[in-house]
């Protein structure tokens, strides 16, 4: 497997981008709770890019952070992307949307339980999540996402 070459470390005003980057298959955390102050320390302790929508936080001494100025996550991609100067080759639902974990393929006999029962019957093949135990499935969300990756990257190959 490729090494990921980008992490992220977004403040917690960009908390659905966060989700939407995983989705992606991007390594993306949120700055924790309390930690405001601490969020550029943060980033660069873990070695990951600082995003946020703060402009003040762009003029602290220091590492500099990608400044997005969009409001909406589509838009905040193809904007985080054009900063890094590169489009990364995405890998969705590889990711735990909860935790940021990478997922394993999970068999069916040990997904039984932890899915609603009309899901047992339709689906057969499972992912889930060694942190938080959330199982996933192509359902109709799964192709949903699929439609928004696509315009995702169509709107990345534009720019
Ligand atoms: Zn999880």
């Known amino acids: 497997m490729r090494q990921q070459r980008h992490s992220f470390l977004l403040d917690r005003m960009l ?27 943060n980033a660069m302790k873990e070695g990951r890019t600082a995003v946020t929508r703060a402009r003040s936080q762009g003029d602290r001494p220091g ?6 100025s969009s409001s909406d996550t589509a838009g905040q991609i193809v904007e985080l992307f054009a ?29 039984k ?6 899901v047992e019957k339709t689906f057969h093949r499972f992912h889930g999540c060694p942190a938080c135990g959330r199982v996933y499935w192509e359902g109709s969300h799964f192709q949903a996402m699929t439609d928004e990756v696509k315009r995702i990257e169509a709107q990345l190959k534009k720019h």
């Open 15 to 41: 908390g659905k981008l966060c989700i939407k980057l995983r989705m992606l298959g991007m390594d993306a955390k949120l700055n924790p709770e309390g930690e405001a102050g601490r969020f550029l320390v």
């Open 63 to 68: 590492p500099r952070p990608v400044v997005l």
């Open 83 to 111: 900063a890094i100067g590169e489009v990364p080759r995405f890998e969705p639902f590889t990711r735990c949307l909860e935790c940021n974990e990478l997922l394993v393929e999970t068999p069916e006999e040990a997904a």
């Open 113 to 118: 339980g932890r899915i609603p029962p009309n």
